[in-house]
């Protein structure tokens, strides 16, 4: 699978939209790119997935560069339960192969 | 709650004693993963089970490490003369092989702490 690469953190106001950049420069055509967050003292909860189009569902939106290069997840209305590690995640969609996490971003919402 | 449970949530130990946790995935999934985290990383992989089958092991699994599935339903992982080092979150995820998004659902994680 592609390594990704993500800032190791971000702040963001409550109310307001946190977007969250994730480099994959090595994304093979039959990846696509996952994220997932964790809150603390829990275990990763999946959040949205996407291929090549923009993806949008009820808790974020993850907008895919045309090159598949790099990706943001957009929390529209950060709350300050969105404050989490957020993990960008290369991986091919068949299969069983195991999700590599990196570090991730920290996401912090400020009040 | 995603529907994967993990016992106990937290264990202590001493060093050289044996522990081992349960991971209850959601019922219908057939993939079973365990993990490993440890602090201010993200979760590592250990080791995979399609059904009762392991299929899968990583180079961190020592051999201090086993882990069962006996009848494709619950797990277990069990850690033989404990160490310091093996101090972390160890996570439980499961997942279907007949949907086409392929997403791992994950327990809340047991906390191993090695004294």
């Known amino acids: 699978d592609a390594k990704t690469t993500q800032p190791p953190s971000m702040d963001c106001a409550e109310g307001r939209a946190a977007n969250l950049p994730c480099n994959h420069s090595t994304i093979s055509g039959n990846e696509y790119v996952y994220w997932y967050r964790q809150i603390h003292s829990q275990g990763p909860q999946y959040i949205i997935h996407g291929l090549k189009n923009n993806e949008t569902n009820e808790m974020a939106s993850l907008i895919i560069t045309e090159d598949r290069k790099s990706s943001t997840l957009i929390l529209p209305h950060a709350t300050l339960r969105d404050t989490a590690v957020y993990y960008c995640i290369v991986r091919v969609i068949v299969g069983a192969n195991n999700l590599f996490f990196g570090t991730g971003t920290r996401l912090t919402v400020i009040p | 709650d995603t529907g994967v449970s993990q016992d106990p949530r937290h264990k202590i130990t001493k060093r050289g004693q044996n522990v081992t946790f349960r991971c209850d995935p959601i019922s219908e999934h057939n993939r079973l993963y365990w993990y490993r985290q440890t602090l201010g990383q993200g979760p590592e992989f250990l080791t995979y089970?399609?059904?009762?089958?392991?299929?899968?092991k990583s180079r961190l699994l020592s051999d201090r490490f086993s882990a069962e599935r006996p009848k494709g339903s619950f797990s277990t992982l069990e850690i033989q003369r404990t160490e310091q080092g093996d101090s972390a979150m160890y996570l439980c995820?499961?997942?279907?092989?007949?949907?086409?998004?392929?997403?791992?659902?994950f327990g809340a994680g047991t906390r191993l702490s090695v004294l």
């Open positions: 995820a499961s997942s279907s092989s007949g949907t086409e998004k392929n997403i791992q659902y």
């Open positions: 089970f399609q059904n009762e089958a392991q299929l899968e």
